[in-house]
Nanobody, 121 residues
Framework: QVQLVESGGGLVQAGGSLRLSCSASGNIFSFNVMAWYRQAPGKQRELVAY???????NYADSAKGRFTISRDTAKNTVHLQMNSLKPEDTAVYYC???????????????WGKGTLVTVSS
């Protein structure tokens, strides 16, 4: 069973920085994609950034130029460096991995429980 555990959330003032980390454990064959999503109060969950096993990255427009996703494929970890934070970045941030637990299993999404980021003005 795959488990994703996030860390690094907290309270920060506008303009500050936070670094989120996500560590995957359990039966992991491979993750094609590791990503960060967020969900603000009263809003739908949205993609923040993802990085493929091949190294390709993609960012939401709101994250471009401020957030950087990094990934250690061998360690099955993913990080999100968030700079120049704004109050509108306040949300629960979720780690996501898409891949296979075993060679013979189907690829599927795995989710962490989330870590709260609060940006004060």
């Amino acid at each position: 069973q795959v488990q994703l555990v996030e860390s690094g959330g907290g309270l920060v003032q506008a303009g500050g920085s936070l670094r989120l980390s996500c560590s995957a454990s359990g039966n992991i064959f491979s993750f094609n994609v590791m990503a960060w999503y967020r969900q603000a109060p009263g809003k739908q969950r949205e993609l923040v950034a993802y990085k493929t096993s091949g190294g390709s990255t993609n960012y939401a427009d709101s994250a471009k130029g401020r957030f950087t996703i990094s990934r250690d494929t061998a360690k099955n970890t993913v990080h999100l460096q968030m700079n120049s934070l704004k109050p509108e970045d306040t949300a629960v941030y979720y780690c996501n991995a898409y891949g296979r637990a075993t060679l013979g299993s189907s690829a599927m999404d795995y989710w962490g429980k989330g870590t709260l980021v609060t940006v004060s003005s």
